[in-house]
């Protein structure tokens, strides 16, 4: 699984979501991270990509956005990624909050009797 959180440095979530500097993808298996890339986004892949900003995005299934962003932006990524909110800025922590999470979400649901 590959998740994707928009930055304009590498160190903060991003306060542009619709517009970021690139994102920080990371590959996700067996609840660690296994892989880590940051992906800028360049004006020119933007305009000729058919998919435009989210060309960076074509093999991620989720993003990390902000919790006040969902509720005030409309998103491209809506219906196409899963969206996952926070109210963090730091990306450590973010990688920290959705990791544990997405632990104690596997956990309930897979080893019930």
Do not use: Q
């Amino acid at each position: 699984m590959k998740i994707a959180i928009p930055t304009d440095d590498g160190i903060m979530l991003s306060a542009y979501p619709n517009s970021p500097k690139g994102y920080l993808v990371l590959t996700i298996k067996s609840g660690e991270i296994a892989d880590e890339e940051l992906r800028w986004n360049r004006l020119s892949e933007m305009l000729t990509s058919d998919s435009g900003i989210m060309y960076n995005l074509k093999d991620c299934s989720g993003i990390i956005l902000h919790a006040s962003t969902n509720a005030t932006v409309k998103n491209p990524v809506s219906g196409v990624l899963d969206i996952h909110s926070t109210k963090e800025v730091i990306i450590t922590k973010i990688i920290m909050e959705y990791l544990n999470t997405t632990l104690v979400m596997e956990s309930n649901t897979c080893c019930s009797p």
